[in-house]
């Protein structure tokens, strides 16, 4: 006999009503705007964004909240992105270079707009408080690693994570940027990226044994670090990608925060917008130097072990002005996206895309099937629309082209809300179901912070995020289980596990 859940009845109520709100707001905000003279539509919406975007940040900040929930550093990605960069561009800032597209005024304060609807598509779902219930209730994954930690093993594993990385780079001979698209899509080269992520799961493994709970071991941190640093640092430099060393620092940080106390205030948000702003300065300065040939980019291990000494030099010349501008400078204009989505909005129909909504659904077949087997397997397209856009061949001039504008190309409107909707429910999930929850383990702690550094990259083409968020999570968990096994088969009588 069927039976009538009343309780069901008034969350789906409660959700509609909140839905509709949702859109009326929105629909109501902007016809508000709309009323408003064009050369301030377009920043009135950059600051509602702005608002919106930093909320969960702020929140977290005045609350002590969690600073490494997924929602906090995807809003500060579509404040940078939509916000920040939109105010910039128009005030006439001269940090904000002009975009490599024109004609695109009329389409900025849309694609604006767009960004807000996504954004605020993607709280309704994240908070939603039945879905918070339902992941909280999802059977708990009994997975551990032994409590005394596993020195030799870890070591071996970050070692061939390195010699992974060092074998990409010699053999390559250039950055990241400089790679043809179609020699990245080589599933040797990928083969090679994921061993070389071994090397940063060995690391977050030895977070967990550093800081104990009640008793950070900080003489082992400084030992990691100490080892570890200056060997991520050469391959930052060497491969000319901040996320080598900053996955290193944020994935400490978040085991910190999960294994000893939260951390939150206004001393760790200045803390880490040094790092950003470090980070960007030292790259900047690199590029340019290499650029007029003070420079030279590292091909063998010789230069790989002194480019760093080199680069401290430049930067001890280029002084504390020209560092500060340059990392500024490059931070905007690192965040483009409110011109790429209002360039879609502009020209998206002018070209033929060879682009399908069913490729979404794919996602676990593109991570797991080599190209060798699936030779047609579609490449990213983020190329194809900058080449089409800008009336050019060639493989180099990728752009990212945001979760919404991907979305709003594949489906429209009812693409971006249907979709970013859904995006919300599997952050939740995520952060839900690893850590936020009693009993969450260590292990939790290290997936969740891996796929974390994946899947907050909302200003790429949603399928490679999802890709190697996917690899991501395979190795490491190939990677928990190895050590497991070899413990039980190691490990004396009664030792436990965390």
Not at 142 to 158: D, F, K, N, R, T
Not at 311 to 327: I, N
Not at 386 to 396: C, I, L, P, T
Not at 465 to 492: D, E, H, N, T
Request: glycine letters at 8%; hydrophobic letters at 55%.
């Amino acid at each position: 006999m069927l039976t009538f859940d009343r309780d069901f009845q008034s969350r789906l109520s409660a959700a509609l009503v909140v839905a509709l709100g949702a859109a009326a707001a929105g629909t109501a905000g902007a016809l508000v705007v709309s009323l408003f003279p064009q050369r301030l539509a377009t920043p009135a919406l950059a600051v509602g964004l702005s608002v919106l975007a930093l909320a969960p940040a702020l929140h977290a900040l005045i609350r002590r909240g969690d600073l490494f929930q997924p929602i906090v550093p995807i809003g500060l990605f579509f404040f940078l992105d939509f916000g920040m960069r939109t105010l910039l561009v128009e005030a006439g800032s001269d940090l904000a270079e002009p975009f490599i597209f024109v004609n695109i005024e009329d389409t900025r304060g849309p694609a604006v707009a767009l960004a807000a609807l996504a954004l605020a598509m993607t709280y309704v779902a994240y908070y939603a408080p039945w879905w918070r219930r339902v992941v909280r209730r999802l059977p708990q994954v009994p997975l551990s690693i032994p409590e005394h930690a596993p020195w030799v093993a870890l070591g071996l594993i970050y070692v061939v994570g390195v010699i992974a990385r060092g074998v990409l780079l010699l053999d390559r001979g250039a950055t990241f940027a400089s790679l043809d698209l179609q020699e990245r899509l080589t599933d040797d080269f990928n083969l090679l990226l994921q061993l070389g992520g071994l090397s940063q799961f060995a690391a977050l493994l030895a977070g967990v044994y550093a800081f104990r709970r009640g008793r950070p071991r900080w003489g082992v941190v400084a030992t990691v670090l100490a080892v570890i640093a200056p060997i991520e640092a050469v391959f930052t430099v060497a491969f000319g990608a901040k996320h080598v060393f900053a996955f290193l620092l944020v994935g400490l940080a978040g085991l910190y925060n999960y294994r000893v106390q939260r951390l939150g205030g206004l001393r760790f948000a200045l803390t880490v917008a040094a790092v950003v702003l470090v980070m960007f300065g030292t790259l900047t300065i690199y590029r340019d130097r290499i650029h007029h040939g003070v420079l030279e980019r590292p091909t063998d291990l010789a230069s790989m072990t002194t480019a760093p000494v080199a680069l401290a030099g430049e930067l001890v010349a280029a002084g504390s002005g020209e560092f500060l501008h340059a990392a500024l400078r490059t931070l905007v204009n690192r965040h483009t996206s409110g011109e790429i989505v209002a360039s879609i909005l502009a020209y998206g129909d002018t070209v033929d895309l060879e682009i399908t909504g069913v490729d979404l659904a794919l996602i676990p077949a593109f991570a797991f099937v080599p190209r060798a087997i699936w030779p047609d397997k579609p490449a990213p397209f983020s190329p194809q629309v900058s080449s089409a856009f800008r009336g050019v061949e060639g493989n180099r001039t990728s752009f990212g082209i945001t979760h919404t504008g991907d979305l709003y190309l594949r489906h429209g409107l009812a693409g971006v809300v249907i979709a970013s909707l859904a995006l919300g429910l599997l952050y939740r999930l995520l952060y839900g179901w690893l850590v936020d929850r009693p009993g969450a383990t260590a292990v939790g702690a290290v997936l969740y912070l891996a796929l974390f550094w994946r899947i907050i990259f909302v200003n790429a083409e949603i399928i490679p995020v999802y890709v190697q968020a996917i690899r991501s999570l395979v190795v490491g968990l190939g990677l928990l289980l190895l050590i497991a096994y070899a413990w039980k088969l190691m490990a004396p009588a009664g030792s436990r596990r965390i």
